[in-house]
């Protein structure tokens, strides 16, 4: 992408405990927030009067959270939603730790229930994207990790958290030069030094350990279109909110 600015959405994941959601949007435009990336449930009651309230804030959705068990199992049902909210990326998120199974054939599965997800929503001119957490860079017994087979299919794209890769100890940085082709979105979630109780841990972006501006020049390397803020648990959503889009216009994003 060129060195022009970046669409920024906000994961309303981070404020889902200062109901009511609907309330937040003309604040989160206020800010200069370009768009939404929901999660569920909140768009799943009613994608239309979801997709209603983000038109009457002047909000996009780029992309949105779903199960991975929805992609599998109800995947026409999802691919209308992303039709339904103008969404371009279908994104699953998350596998429950009792699921999980720490060999190479296990997650070569999720992989290839992604492609086939794919697949599917590429026919709609969509495409499915996975997004991290930490567990997906631990190695596995044979050295290879998680991450590794969950992108190796060309129709697996890839939400990129650098908050969490910096958790499980690897560097955002090496991730985003290795996978800069899959990259069609970058979460810019900050974590503060190990052992911090405040909000978990989590902090604005900006106001954390990771360093940004030494990775501006890898974002534009990557095939992102748009960068996405979030906070696991933030005390004060709007603070967060604004710093963390304050800090990336200031580097030029």
């Known amino acids: 992408m060129s060195e022009t600015r970046y669409p920024i959405a906000y994961q309303l994941y981070s404020s889902r405990k200062f109901l009511p959601l609907e309330a937040q949007l003309p604040q989160l ?10 999660w569920l449930p909140a768009y799943e009651a009613n994608p239309a009067g979801f997709k209603k309230s983000l038109d009457d804030n002047g909000l996009a959705c780029y992309g949105f959270h779903m199960p991975l ?3 599998a199992d109800e995947p026409n049902r999802y691919i209308d939603i992303a039709l339904t909210l103008g969404a371009k990326y279908m994104i699953p998120p998350f596998i429950a730790q009792e699921e999980r199974r720490a060999t190479t054939r296990y997650w070569q599965g999720i992989g290839e229930t992604l492609a086939k997800g794919g697949e599917l929503a590429a026919a709609q001119g969509l495409k499915v994207l996975w997004h991290n957490h930490d567990f997906e860079f631990a190695p596995l017994p044979d050295g290879s990790r998680p991450i590794d087979h969950i992108l190796a299919a060309p129709e697996v794209y890839f939400e990129i958290d650098c908050g969490w890769i910096k958790r499980a100890g690897a560097d955002p940085a090496a991730e985003l030069a290795r996978f800069k082709d899959r990259i069609l979105a970058i979460q810019t979630k900050d974590t503060a030094p190990v052992g911090t109780v405040e909000d978990d841990g989590w902090t604005a972006t900006g106001d954390g350990i990771i360093d940004w501006a030494a990775m501006v020049g890898l974002f534009r390397d990557t ?22 889009i304050d800090h990336l216009r200031g580097l030029g994003l």
């Open 29 to 38: 435009k206020a800010m200069g927030y370009d768009a939404i990336e929901p």
């Open 69 to 71: 068990t929805g992609l």
């Open 223 to 244: 095939a992102a279109d748009h960068i996405v803020t979030e906070h696991d648990n933030p005390s004060d959503w709007q603070r967060f909110a604004k710093r963390s």
